[in-house]
């Protein structure tokens, strides 16, 4: 496992209204998300992969759809440098994910129903006010990328 990568499985609490399952308490971990968005992917798709310089990621793969999530440590300082994990996660595998700055990621709807995931960055998408730049490292733009989801 990716060093400094929090995973979580998370357990749904069934009863004749549906279920509940926690996903993120300060008591648990010191991470302070900053904003919140959700995504709804399409079944074959990639989102990714990237890594962030400042920013740490906090997905949540619950359902419906699964997912198989990427990671690629290449963080210079590491234990793990250069190492890749596969994560799969989603409806048949409720699962928090907090990926740290220079660890790429990315991930791919599996499966035949959309894929919903929900992220609590530590920081705000472009900044206060969307006025800065995007802290993102895009390497599905990169010819020969070493990070490829098939």
Not at 102 to 111: D, E, Q, T
Not at 114 to 140: A, H, M, T
């Amino acid at each position: 496992m990716i060093k400094g990568v929090t995973i979580k499985k998370l357990n749904k609490y069934d009863d004749e209204r549906g279920w509940l399952a926690e996903i993120y308490r300060r008591d648990e971990d010191k991470y302070q998300p900053a904003m919140s968005y959700i995504s709804v992917t399409k079944p074959g798709v990639v989102r990714g992969p990237h890594e962030h310089v400042y920013q740490s990621d906090c997905f949540v793969f619950a359902g419906p759809g699964n997912f198989e999530l990427h990671l690629w440590d290449r963080r210079e300082n590491s234990e793990t440098k250069d190492e890749h994990t596969k994560i799969e996660a989603g409806e048949d595998n409720p699962t928090m994910v907090i990926v740290p700055p220079g660890v790429v990621h990315g991930y791919k709807c599996v499966g035949d129903k959309d894929g919903w995931c929900v992220n609590l960055p530590d920081k705000l998408y472009k900044g206060e006010n969307k006025q800065e730049e995007v802290d993102e490292i895009r390497w599905e733009k990169v010819d020969n990328s070493k990070y490829n989801i098939k």
